[in-house]
């Protein structure tokens, strides 16, 4: 009876060999698993034009104001939606060109009240921008339509950045013999110290579309001309 148990074993190897091989080749010829490349736009560039709304018809702007802004953001997912939530900080720089006008941040005269003043140029400078830089935190509420790959795929946001002002000037530029020289004048005496926009963007992979829209304005309140930013530009995400 134990010689029958050993043949019959010894019979059932083969068998056990071949289903083995068969097991592994379903394995190999399977389709593996996809790669999950949860990308949370760390990184965030934009470029914008820059314009500004309700500004009054004393005030003559030009050329192509532009807007630049670099934030590191955090993504912390929702559950096991395709919608998250983002904040980060980094800088953002706003630059607006006048046209036949200089604008007076500094003024103390008596005759007219302490805040921001745009006059002709009477001086007939090449160019003349004013600049200002905030330290920027943006918050948004993203969602991503390839929750596999978010480099890839459809995407959206919507939120608000809130911003502390670093720093304001004007910068002129004249010629002198055929020498340019350059004026720059820096302060915060009138700019507004908090920036608050409302944004929203949308896109595909890396590359989408943005707008922005101030809340607050460029000057305190009763220190210059009720004057309103907004930007429309491309933002580029990721990592």
């Known amino acids: 009876m134990q010689r029958v148990l050993t043949v019959r074993a010894?019979?059932?190897i083969p068998s056990f060999l071949?289903?083995?091989?068969?097991?592994?080749?379903?394995?190999?010829?399977?389709?593996?698993?996809?790669?999950v490349k949860p990308s949370r736009d760390f990184v965030m560039i934009d470029f914008a034009w820059n314009n500004w709304n309700k500004k009054p018809d004393s005030v003559k702007t030009k050329g192509f104001g532009y807007q630049f802004n670099a934030y590191l953001c955090y993504d912390f997912p929702i559950k096991k939606t395709k919608l998250s939530f983002a904040a980060?900080?980094?800088?953002?720089?706003?630059?607006m060109y006048l046209n036949q006008q200089v604008l007076r941040v500094t003024d103390t005269s008596v005759?007219?009240?302490?805040?921001?003043?745009?006059?002709?140029?009477t001086a007939h400078f090449k160019r003349y921008k004013f600049v200002t830089t905030y330290l920027q935190a943006p918050f948004e509420l993203r969602y991503f339509g390839n929750s596999t790959?978010?480099?890839?795929g459809f995407k959206a946001a919507?939120?608000?950045?809130?911003?502390?002002?670093?720093?304001?000037?004007?910068?002129?530029?004249?010629?002198?013999?055929?020498?340019?020289v350059k004026y720059k004048v820096d302060t915060k005496r009138y700019i507004t110290p908090w920036n608050f926009a409302a944004t929203a963007?949308?896109?595909c992979g890396n590359f989408s579309v943005f707008g922005s829209y101030n809340l607050t304005n460029v000057f305190k309140?009763?220190?210059?001309?009720?004057?309103?930013?907004?930007?429309?530009?491309?933002?580029?995400?990721?990592l």
Not at 18 to 35: F, G
Not at 88 to 95: A, D, E, H, K, Q
Not at 111 to 121: K, N, R, T, V
């Open 10 to 12: 010894f019979l059932m």
């Open 18 to 35: 071949l289903a083995q091989d068969a097991a592994e080749k379903i394995n190999v010829n399977s389709t593996p698993p996809p790669i």
């Open 88 to 95: 980060g900080l980094g800088i953002s720089t706003n630059v």
């Open 111 to 121: 005759a007219l009240a302490p805040q921001a003043h745009f006059f002709p140029d």
């Open 149 to 152: 790959n978010r480099n890839k």
């Open 158 to 180: 919507i939120g608000m950045e809130i911003g502390t002002l670093l720093g304001g000037h004007t910068k002129a530029v004249t010629s002198v013999n055929g020498t340019n």
């Open 201 to 203: 963007r949308v896109g």
């Open 221 to 238: 309140e009763n220190a210059g001309p009720p004057i309103t930013p907004m930007s429309v530009g491309i933002c580029l995400t990721g």
